[in-house]
């Protein structure tokens, strides 16, 4: 594990805490460049996870159509 990788998927849990799920799936996307071994697989499936909440939440604030929901 690299510094560069801590220190991304700090901020991304940092801002996933926070709600900022866009935000967050651009950092683990970040992380996964540096990522090794089994964080490769972490960070594809959290910047994917955060790439789908952040679907939900404009589906239930009403700003995506329903057609456009996140699986």
């Known amino acids: 594990m690299t510094i560069g990788y801590?220190?991304?998927s700090a901020q991304a849990v940092a801002a996933e805490q926070r709600g900022d799920f866009?935000?967050?799936a651009k950092l683990w996307?970040?992380?996964n460049a540096l990522?090794?071994?089994?964080?490769?697989y972490w960070s594809e499936e959290r910047a994917d996870f955060c790439r789908k909440a952040e679907?939900?939440?404009?589906?239930?604030?009403g700003e995506a159509f329903i057609h456009e929901r996140a699986s």
């Not at 990522?35 to 490769?40: D, F, I, L």
């Open 35 to 40: 990522a090794h071994g089994k964080n490769v």
């Open 6 to 8: 801590i220190n991304l």
């Open 22 to 24: 866009a935000e967050a």
């Open 29 to 31: 996307a970040a992380a």
């Open 55 to 61: 679907k939900r939440a404009k589906v239930v604030a």
